[in-house]
């Protein structure tokens, strides 16, 4: 268990619709990231949140967006979504320790299996 | 971005058997991970190495960052060792004292352990 939560485990739904994945990252990490798994861009980054701030973008779409709380936990909203939106949506979180250099070791959530129908 | 190559894309063992995963990178990268996803779907750590070798039971990871390779191995292979394994890594850029890295991943070997 890598302390990572994300709910739903399992999502199903119909195209032009909006879904909301929530995760909740390890005690003390103040990053979070989304990335997305699907069968023809293989794992690809989304968001990366720090402290309730966004740091970066990756390849996400307009439709998509992000956002983190107060406590932490955060939502990926996914709207008016396609059949190619199913995949396997992953949230990781870290702590960056500042050593010789930056270290960071990204803790992966179970996933959200988001099928779009 | 850095463009991540991993290989062999597929790997079919024998339980008992040692195997050797390669990845290669594009670029410089300050941080490197391993991970195994299984069948369940679950991404699980193994390594986070940057450089130098380390071990965790029967398997073993080594990353020479100066040629921009990471190796894992995979002794006395199980059948639960079965599963797509990755390797990530990261460019930082760093503001404020914060980093914020996004870790790019290879495609994967995918490994099948024959029991």
């Known amino acids: 268990d890598s302390g990572v939560t994300q709910t739903p485990k399992h999502l199903i739904t119909a195209t032009g619709q909006r879904v909301t994945l929530r995760c909740s990252p390890r005690?003390?990490?103040?990053?979070v990231y989304w990335y997305q798994q699907s069968l023809d861009q293989g794992l690809q980054f989304l968001i990366h949140y720090y402290n309730g701030e966004e740091r970066a973008k990756g390849n996400i779409l307009e439709r998509f967006s992000a956002q983190q709380f107060p406590d932490l936990h955060s939502e990926l909203n996914l709207s008016s979504l396609e059949l190619g939106d199913s995949a396997l949506y992953f949230c990781?979180?870290?702590?960056?320790?500042?050593?010789?250099?930056?270290?960071?070791?990204?803790?992966f959530g179970p996933g959200t299996r988001l099928l779009v129908l | 971005g850095i463009q991540v190559e991993q290989s062999p894309p597929d790997l079919i063992l024998q339980e008992g058997a040692n195997s050797t995963l390669r990845c290669n990178f594009s670029?410089?990268?300050?941080?490197l991970q391993w991970f195994h996803q299984n069948p369940w779907g679950q991404l699980i750590n193994l390594f986070y190495?940057?450089?130098g070798t380390k071990q965790n039971g029967r398997l073993s990871a080594t990353t020479v960052a100066t040629e921009r390779y990471s190796l894992l191995y995979i002794s006395s292979s199980q059948t639960t060792d079965s599963g797509v394994y990755f390797c990530a890594g990261i460019l930082f850029a760093n503001a404020g004292g914060t980093s914020y890295g996004k870790l790019t991943f290879g495609q994967g070997t995918i490994l099948t352990v024959h029991p």
């Open positions: 190495i940057p450089s």
């Open positions: 670029d410089s990268v300050n941080n």
């Open positions: 990781a979180s870290s702590v960056a320790t500042v050593g010789t250099g930056y270290q960071e070791t990204q803790y």
């Open positions: 005690s003390g990490d103040l990053s």
